[in-house]
């Protein structure tokens, strides 16, 4: 029997048991669904991060102090942090910052805040944008200027202010003219969340309030990217020479290469999970297909004795078997792309569709139809001729 009447008469019998051959679909299109749902959404979440790391750049790093083993917390020197443009050829510009906390008030109302004391490179290095008025300048040395970070911006206005810039508003008991608006930043590894929550001032003005913080870790970019390294030991060695200080430096290429791999093995962590609905599937269509086999007996026992050979008949079963599979991998594969443009869709993501994901939704249908199919397709060509036609 050529392939396409076995194929014509596959789709005559799974059409003869259409509640049989729909219930197996069913398994099926959820097995294959949930892998290429999962799979897809897991390259997606993998592109998005990577992303947000890329919209930053990848010349930045981050500079922290490194304590234990006798160091002490003493902090950054400034002026040290500002000459490391001049010592170290690897890094473009430097943006020291420090944090710290206190009261907020404006128009007798009051709400705690972070605050961030900045330099002006700060703004350029975290993409910072301003809505309304300036930031923070070098030139702005010790004067009480500050930047209102979205969220404060919203609870001046939640106050009754429409256009805060020009007013003054106090902080650490003392009062702060309002220059400039910033927009939100979207959140990073190396962002600092009190841009978005807190208000910026000069770091000069900062280091000189009644807290004197202290300048723990810094921003840096190189001069391009793929020099991390080079980059990680010239400031090492600065330091060591400087102050004697044990530094930590965190890049954004490491970060990436290892979001990378562990993105990778979540997705296949995904896969794997889902993977388990597909072998229910699976066994779903095994389970039919012993059941057609066990009900066409005498179908069987017929065309045995009219001259069909074993490899005819188990070529015929398994042709059936991947058919309902191929048509549930079909189904599943448009379930799957269908439940990730919801999900990115809720999530504002970039949706896509890997081709990997539809060669992954062909393969493994058909795969499932020969692996589940084969059993009940070799135990139809065991059928002796007259076993078959006594039954």
Not at 208 to 224: Q, V, Y
Not at 275 to 281: A, R, Y
Not at 302 to 315: M, N
Not at 341 to 351: E, R, T, V, Y
Request: aromatic share 8%; proline share 3%; with cysteine.
């Amino acid at each position: 029997m050529i392939l396409g009447e076995n194929i014509r008469e596959s789709f005559r019998s799974l059409m003869g048991a259409k509640q049989r051959s729909l219930l197996a679909l069913i398994g099926i299109v959820i097995g294959i669904g949930s892998v290429i749902a999962m799979v897809t959404v897991g390259q997606i979440v993998e592109n998005e991060v990577i992303r947000q790391f890329k919209e930053m750049g990848t010349d930045v790093c981050s500079v922290q102090q490194e304590y234990g083993s006798g160091s002490k917390n003493s902090g950054f020197n400034l002026q040290n942090v500002l000459k490391i443009p001049q010592a170290c050829s690897t890094i473009r510009t430097v943006a020291p910052y420090v944090s710290f906390y206190s009261d907020l008030k404006f128009s007798g109302k009051r709400t705690s805040s972070p605050a961030l004391g900045v330099t002006e490179e700060f703004a350029r290095l975290y993409k910072i944008h301003i809505s309304a008025g300036r930031f923070i300048s070098d030139l702005d040395g010790h004067s009480a200027f500050c930047v209102l970070g979205s969220s404060k911006a919203k609870w001046l206005q939640e106050q009754g202010e429409s256009d805060p810039v020009g007013k003054q508003v106090i902080f650490n008991e003392r009062i702060y003219t309002i220059i400039g608006i910033a927009e939100s930043v979207p959140m990073g590894t190396f962002t600092p969340y009190e841009i978005n929550e807190g208000i910026m001032v000069p770091i000069k003005t900062a280091m000189r309030s009644h807290e004197r913080p202290k300048i723990n870790t810094f921003g840096t970019r190189m001069i391009e990217s793929g020099i991390s390294e080079q980059a990680t030991e010239q400031l090492k060695n600065y330091f060591k020479i400087t102050s004697k200080t044990e530094i930590r430096v965190t890049s954004a290429e490491e970060l990436v290469a290892q979001m990378k791999k562990q993105m990778r093995m979540f997705t296949a962590l995904l896969g794997a999970i889902g993977s388990i609905s597909l072998i229910v599937g699976g066994v779903g269509v095994m389970n039919v297909m012993l059941v057609s086999v066990s009900e066409r007996k005498k179908e069987i026992g017929i065309r045995r004795a009219i001259g069909a050979k074993r490899k005819d008949i188990q070529f015929q079963f398994l042709v059936e078997s991947i058919i309902l599979s191929f048509i549930g991998g079909m189904l599943g594969t448009a379930l799957g792309v269908g439940a990730t443009a919801i999900i990115c869709n809720f999530a504002n993501w970039s949706f896509f569709v890997s081709e990997e994901a539809v060669m992954l939704g062909v393969g493994v249908s058909a795969a499932v139809g020969i692996f589940f199919g084969y059993y009940p397709a070799r135990q139809a060509s065991a059928l002796s001729p007259i076993d078959a036609l006594r039954s």
